[in-house]
T-cell receptor
Framework: GENVEQHPSTLSVQEGDSAVIKCTYS??????FPWYKQELGKGPQLIID?????GEKKDQRIAVTLNKTAKHFSLHITETQPEDSAVYFC???????????FGRGTSLIVHP | DSGVTQTPKHLITATGQRVTLRCSPR?????VYWYQQSLDQGLQFLIQ???????AKGNILERFSAQQFPDLHSELNLSSLELGDSALYFC?????????????FGPGTRLTVT
């Protein structure tokens, strides 16, 4: 199955700073790379995803970059705001079985 | 609001008991996924159904079972409950059957086993 690791486990930044979370995976057949945001008391919500035929995707203040050779992809948040405070998960499914595998999560804290 | 509904929101029960969690997917979605989220294990995939049939299985215990009905809602049955089963249980739905589909999560059911 897929082995997924996320770093860092906790990230504390000042409002307006940038934040970067990295996800490494093991299955070279993976072709879909999503990031989910989970706010306290809620279910995870997809915020951005990328497929293996592109290297970068941007949506306003968030972006995802993919390095298939090194088997990692990263979430970038610019101009962070207090409402960005949440737990972020990467979840690349294994290429063969398509079983979703979530990372352990990164707790992002944005200080006003 | 994701469009996925789960009932009940909270459930408190005793060890050895059996409970049923219910999930209604977004309109038009054929896949339902069940996850367990605990502090020490993170978000664990349990099982997926697509259009009424089991599609993929994760680390689901034999004491747990699920099904998807013709109207596409799904139920997760947990039996012989143990203290360690206390967790948040989420269901998610997607249009497609593969893992490379955007998943929409419900608000979850918090299960407490005493």
């Amino acid at each position: 199955g897929e082995n997924v690791e996320q770093h860092p486990s906790t990230l504390s930044v000042q409002e307006g700073d940038s934040a970067v979370i990295k996800c490494t995976y093991s299955d070279s057949a993976s072709n879909y790379f999503p990031w989910y945001k989970q706010e306290l008391g809620k279910g995870p919500q997809l915020i951005i995803d990328i497929r293996s035929n592109v290297g970068e995707k941007k949506d306003q203040r968030i972006a995802v970059t993919l390095n298939k050779t090194a088997k990692h992809f990263s979430l970038h948040i610019t101009e962070t705001q207090p409402e960005d405070s949440a737990v972020y998960f990467c979840a690349p499914p294994s290429g063969g079985s398509y079983i979703p595998t979530f990372g352990r999560g990164t707790s992002l804290i944005v200080h006003p | 609001d994701s469009g996925v509904t789960q009932t009940p929101k909270h459930l408190i029960t005793a060890t050895g008991q059996r409970v049923t969690l219910r999930c209604s997917p977004r309109s038009g979605d054929l896949s339902v996924y069940w996850y367990q989220q605990s502090l020490d294990q993170g978000l664990q995939f349990l099982i997926q159904y697509y259009n009424g049939e089991e599609r993929a299985k994760g680390n689901i215990l034999e004491r747990f079972s699920a099904q998807q009905f013709p109207d596409l809602h799904s139920e997760l049955n947990l039996s012989s409950l143990e203290l360690g089963d206390s967790a948040l249980y989420f269901c998610a739905s997607s249009v497609g059957s593969g893992g490379a589909s955007e998943q929409y999560f419900g608000p979850g059911t918090r299960l407490t086993v005493t």
